[in-house]
């Protein structure tokens, strides 16, 4: 069964902390995606990348990194974590066709006390 | 700015019975997408409409694509508590350019 794999379901950090948010994808996709979803604000775009070693910023990229060293694997990484940074993280991954749906990981649940 | 708003926000309906999720846009999209999203997981893909007019079934779920491509609708019939989640649009213009709609949380009571 493919998939995307979102290393942690909850985490639970301290302000300040560097935190990596790891998903790997088994289909060979060429896109990766990292989204935030919070109430009320509803999916966010922080990062993607369309290759290996390529990232763009989505729309929300203040606060966050990316990394994506190999085709399957696309990390997150808050580099100084902040209480605003709690959310619901979700990775996605897609094909590089126009509309192309996307799978998604089941996300992660990130508290930042 | 693309937005895809869709109606109802809201709804709480009890098993058997039809209901009827809105997506609109004032923008064209070469594609529109439908997801689910139950608690705590990832939302899951159920269809893509591309052409204008284009309706989809899947069981008891039937989609539509406006015929301009601004717009879908997403009819379920006799809705079971299993189709409970947070249904999401979400349209596309190019490769990478994904816009998605403010969401509409199903309940649908035993």
């Known amino acids: 069964d493919v998939k995307v794999t979102q290393s942690s379901r909850y985490l639970v950090k301290r302000t300040g902390e560097k935190v990596f948010l790891e998903c790997v994808q088994d289909?060979?996709?060429?896109?990766m995606f990292w989204y935030r979803q919070d109430p009320g604000l509803g999916l966010r775009l922080i990062y993607f990348?369309?290759?290996?070693?390529?990232?763009e910023k989505g729309d929300i990229p203040e606060g966050y990194s990316v990394s994506r060293e190999k085709k399957e694997r696309f990390s997150l990484i808050l580099e100084s974590a902040s209480t605003n940074q709690t959310s619901m993280y979700l990775c996605?991954?897609?094909?590089?066709?126009?509309?192309?749906?996307?799978?998604f990981g089941s996300g992660t649940r990130l508290t930042v006390v | 700015t693309q937005l895809l708003e869709q109606s109802p926000q809201f709804l709480s309906i009890q098993e058997g019975e039809n209901l009827t999720v809105y997506c609109n846009s004032s923008?064209?999209?070469?594609?529109l997408q439908w997801y689910r999203q139950e608690p705590g997981e990832g939302p899951v893909l159920l269809v893509t409409?591309?052409?204008?007019?284009e309706v989809k079934k899947l069981k008891r779920l039937t989609f539509q694509f406006g015929d301009a491509r601004k717009d879908s609708s997403l009819h379920i019939t006799a809705a079971q508590p299993g189709d409970t989640g947070l249904y999401l649009c979400?349209?596309?213009?190019?490769?990478?350019?994904?816009?998605f709609g403010t969401g509409t949380r199903l309940k649908v009571l035993a």
């Open positions: 996605a991954s897609s094909l590089s066709l126009p509309g192309y749906g996307y799978t």
């Open positions: 289909m060979d996709h060429e896109n």
């Open positions: 990348s369309y290759d290996v070693k390529m990232k």
């Open positions: 923008s064209v999209f070469s594609s």
């Open positions: 409409v591309v052409t204008g007019g």
């Open positions: 979400v349209g596309t213009s190019g490769t990478y350019k994904y816009i």
